[in-house]
């Protein structure tokens, strides 16, 4: 089964082209406070290693407006500012270099300003998300509706993009979120009705690694199944290495990206003879940074585990004091089971080293 994606327009974040058929491009945001330029920097080094295409860098003062400069020369990936309320920081990120803009229309207050952000980005040809969230719907939308419905949620999106559109200005990507997934889901499906912008999606303020991860696949998976999402984030209050690396989990799995791996590793029954738990959670940590895409399977006994361990580009099956490994579908190597985790872990990096870009 192929996932449709909805057709759109294309818009470029610097050289990374979002929608009208680009892979779906993943993004996540600093947690440093950007006016320690330094520090920003290193967070997105370190999520370039993992792959982030796109980093956005939230702007909530002068200060950081200033640090802007040095981060966007000093690190690989397209940078996006994130403004709320002020409009004149966007005007002044926008004269930094930034490469995206992402602005919540209701809260930056009159449409005068809005224009003022609007002709500043299409001097440079910056493109804009704009973002809408049902917590900062406009008062007169929320008073019409008397709550966040879908429907309030796409009058005020089409309302922003109007005003944005009324200056022919057309590099626009658009978000809605909501704290429910459902709501964001219908949302989306009453927005594409309306416009051929790319989205930007997410569910917002997922949680912590574990239940954050869960309830971003679930929604995503939801959206995703729609063809409604054309650049990700997943939120998670945890290192933002972790969100992109979910991201790609998530990706992988419903076949819509290849990067990284695709771990599989079963559950473990009563057959396992092996710590089966704690050396599958050590050998993916040994090898989470792997970039090529490459399926690794685990498995816990001889019964299943080699019929699995087949279909994987590489994986093992323990058995009683050894493991087997196995490597594109063929019986490969025995290993003792106190070399388990080391060598497979060796074997699993020098398939990784195999595959062609
Ligand atoms: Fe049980 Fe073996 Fe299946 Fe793991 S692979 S769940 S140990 S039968």
């Given at each position: 089964?192929?996932?449709?994606?909805?057709?759109?327009?294309?818009?470029?974040?610097?050289?990374?082209?979002?929608?009208?058929?680009?892979?779906?491009?993943?993004?996540?945001?600093?947690?440093?406070?950007?006016?320690?330029?330094?520090?920003?920097?290193?967070?997105?080094?370190?999520?370039?290693?993992?792959?982030?295409?796109?980093?956005?860098?939230?702007?909530?003062?002068?200060?950081?407006?200033?640090?802007?400069?040095?981060?966007?020369?000093?690190?690989?990936?397209?940078?996006?500012?994130?403004?709320?309320?002020?409009?004149?920081?966007?005007?002044?990120?926008?004269?930094?270099?930034?490469?995206?803009?992402?602005?919540?229309p209701?809260?930056i207050?009159?449409k005068?300003r809005i224009k003022?952000v609007v002709?500043?980005?299409?001097?440079?040809?910056?493109?804009?998300?704009?973002?809408?969230?049902?917590?900062?719907?406009?008062?007169?939308?929320?008073?019409?509706?008397?709550?966040?419905?879908?429907?309030?949620?796409?009058?005020?999106?089409?309302?922003?993009?109007?005003i944005i559109?009324?200056?022919?200005?057309?590099?626009?990507?658009?978000?809605?979120?909501?704290?429910?997934?459902?709501?964001?889901?219908?949302?989306?499906?009453?927005?594409?009705?309306?416009?051929?912008?790319?989205?930007?999606?997410?569910?917002?303020?997922?949680?912590?690694?574990?239940?954050?991860?869960?309830?971003?696949?679930?929604?995503?998976?939801?959206?995703?199944?729609?063809?409604?999402?054309?650049?990700?984030?997943?939120?998670?209050?945890?290192?933002?290495?972790?969100?992109?690396?979910?991201?790609?989990?998530?990706?992988?799995?419903?076949?819509?990206?290849?990067?990284?791996?695709?771990?599989?590793?079963?559950?473990?029954?009563?057959?396992?003879?092996?710590?089966?738990?704690?050396?599958?959670?050590?050998?993916?940590?040994?090898?989470?940074?792997?970039?090529?895409?490459?399926?690794?399977?685990?498995?816990?006994?001889?019964?299943?585990?080699?019929?699995?361990?087949?279909?994987?580009?590489?994986?093992?099956?323990?058995?009683?004091?050894?493991?087997?490994?196995?490597?594109?579908?063929?019986?490969?190597?025995?290993?003792?089971?106190?070399?388990?985790?080391?060598?497979?872990?060796?074997?699993?990096?020098?398939?990784?080293?195999?595959?062609?870009?």
């Amino acid at each position: 089964m192929e996932f449709k994606r909805r057709k759109t327009k294309q818009i470029k974040i610097g050289d990374v082209p979002i929608g009208g058929g680009a892979p779906i491009v993943v993004q996540s945001m600093t947690k440093t406070d950007t006016r320690d330029a330094q520090a920003t920097i290193l967070q997105i080094k370190r999520l370039e290693m993992v792959g982030c295409e796109i980093i956005r860098i939230a702007v909530p003062d002068k200060e950081s407006v200033d640090s802007l400069e040095e981060i966007i020369k000093k690190v690989n990936i397209p940078v996006i500012a994130d403004i709320h309320f002020d409009y004149r920081l966007a005007v002044e990120s926008i004269k930094k270099g930034v490469h995206g803009l992402r602005i919540n229309p209701g809260n930056i207050g009159s449409k005068t300003r809005i224009k003022e952000v609007v002709k500043a980005a299409k001097d440079k040809g910056v493109p804009i998300r704009v973002g809408v969230n049902a917590g900062s719907l406009e008062k007169d939308i929320l008073e019409k509706y008397g709550k966040a419905s879908p429907e309030a949620l796409v009058e005020s999106a089409l309302k922003n993009i109007r005003i944005i559109g009324e200056m022919d200005f057309h590099l626009m990507k658009v978000s809605i979120k909501a704290s429910d997934v459902l709501r964001t889901l219908e949302s989306l499906k009453l927005l594409a009705q309306h416009v051929d912008y790319p989205f930007h999606a997410g569910i917002t303020e997922a949680g912590p690694l574990f239940s954050g991860s869960v309830k971003s696949s679930a929604g995503l998976a939801l959206i995703l199944k729609e063809g409604l999402a054309d650049t990700i984030r997943i939120s998670l209050t945890a290192p933002p290495e972790e969100e992109v690396r979910a991201a790609y989990m998530i990706l992988s799995s419903l076949g819509l990206r290849k990067r990284g791996l695709n771990f599989v590793s079963c559950p473990v029954c009563g057959r396992c003879r092996v710590d089966l738990p704690e050396m599958a959670v050590e050998i993916e940590n040994r090898i989470k940074d792997i970039k090529k895409p490459l399926t690794v399977a685990v498995m816990g006994c001889e019964v299943n585990g080699p019929g699995e361990a087949r279909e994987a580009d590489i994986g093992i099956a323990c058995g009683k004091g050894y493991g087997l490994i196995f490597k594109h579908g063929k019986s490969f190597r025995k290993v003792k089971a106190e070399d388990m985790v080391d060598e497979f872990v060796k074997e699993v990096k020098a398939a990784a080293k195999e595959i062609k870009k």
